[in-house]
């Protein structure tokens, strides 16, 4: 069982920045990516941003590139979402997951979201 835990969420104006932490414990010897979704309200949960476990490569929405930079701190089980020159098309609730391999498959874990708010 895997638990996973985002902070940092809060309210920003637009052109500011925020920096979001997510966290994984429990079984999590074997992580294989993180990363992060949003949803907005009346919207569909939308990726964001993910990072390769081992060797570190990212992949981003073409709605963020340029803009947001994701990382991961394997000693820690922890990816971050520095997220730069925000608009107010940002503000969502935003996910993370951890995909951890176990018993021959990736299952993926997701935590409760962490609000995001920018004002214009």
């Known amino acids: 069982q895997v638990q996973v835990v985002e902070s940092g969420g809060g309210l920003v104006q637009a052109g500011g920045s925020l920096r979001l932490s997510c966290a994984a414990s429990?079984?999590?010897?074997?992580?294989?990516?993180m990363g992060w979704f949003r949803q907005a309200p009346g919207k569909e949960r939308e990726f964001v941003a993910a990072v390769s476990w081992e060797g570190g490569s990212t992949e981003y929405a073409d709605s963020v590139k340029g803009r947001f930079t994701i990382s991961r701190d394997n000693a820690k089980n922890t990816v971050y979402l520095q997220m730069n020159s925000l608009k107010p098309k940002d503000t969502a609730v935003y996910y993370c997951?951890?995909?951890?391999?176990?018993?021959?498959?990736?299952?993926?874990?997701w935590g409760q979201g962490t609000q995001v708010t920018v004002s214009s």
């Open positions: 429990g079984r999590t010897d074997s992580t294989y990516a």
């Open positions: 997951h951890a995909d951890v391999y176990s018993d021959y498959e990736i299952r993926r874990y």
